[in-house]
């Protein structure tokens, strides 16, 4: 579907049907990938999705054409995420964990033969604390004092929050890959 970008907002911002409908075919998509990454299940994620469709649809005024549409989408819908997950009181919790001293910060996690789709269920998996600082940081390029301001944390636990994501996602890769290798099958025959 090709589209042009300007036309598309104007539509949106006189409140057309058929542009916000095609604005949502357009990166509703990878929009709704985004939500998959702050949450736990599919049900929030959609949650989250259209709650950040209505942001958009209700700012999109505030939309200046200084960078790309998708990139202002993609931070509305970052933080309306972010929102639903305080709402839940899944960050309430960050602590500030000093993980330097047994070596976990330090290392470097490879990915090596993981698919994206395994590495994403893999960082489902994480505290949602590290899953959501690990994809601020990691995926989205955030750095650490946007992340703490953003969270209304300190640099310091969006840090070590990281460094303790990196481990464990360090360890659940190694196990996986030690299981799908078969040593593990091995060593139980």
């Known amino acids: 579907m090709t589209f042009n970008e300007q ?3 104007q539509g949106c911002k006189q409140r057309n049907r058929s542009a916000q409908r095609q604005l949502y075919d ?24 259209q709650d950040a469709f209505i942001k ?4 999109i005024d505030s939309f200046r054409n200084d960078s790309p549409l998708e990139y202002w989408l993609r931070s509305v819908v970052v933080n309306t995420a972010l929102n639903h997950l305080r709402q839940q009181k899944y960050l309430k919790d960050l602590d500030d964990i000093d993980l330097h001293h047994n070596g976990i910060a330090d290392r470097e996690v490879t990915l ?3 698919q994206l789709k395994q590495l994403l ?7 949602t604390g590290c899953q959501t600082i690990f994809n601020l940081y990691a995926i989205e390029g955030y750095q650490h004092n946007e992340i703490a301001q953003k969270l ?21 890769l190694n196990k996986e890959k030690r299981f799908n290798d078969g040593s593990v099958r091995d060593k139980q025959l």
């Open 112 to 114: 090596g033969d993981f």
């Open 7 to 9: 036309e598309l907002v």
């Open 152 to 172: 209304g944390i300190s640099e310091g636990t969006s840090k070590s929050q990281y460094a303790r994501a990196r481990g464990l996602l360090q360890q659940k």
């Open 121 to 127: 269920e893999v960082i489902k998996e994480l505290p």
């Open 56 to 59: 958009i649809y209700e700012n």
């Open 26 to 49: 357009v990166f509703g998509g990878k929009l709704f990938a985004i939500c998959l990454r702050y949450t736990k299940n599919r049900t929030d994620a959609e949650d989250v999705l």
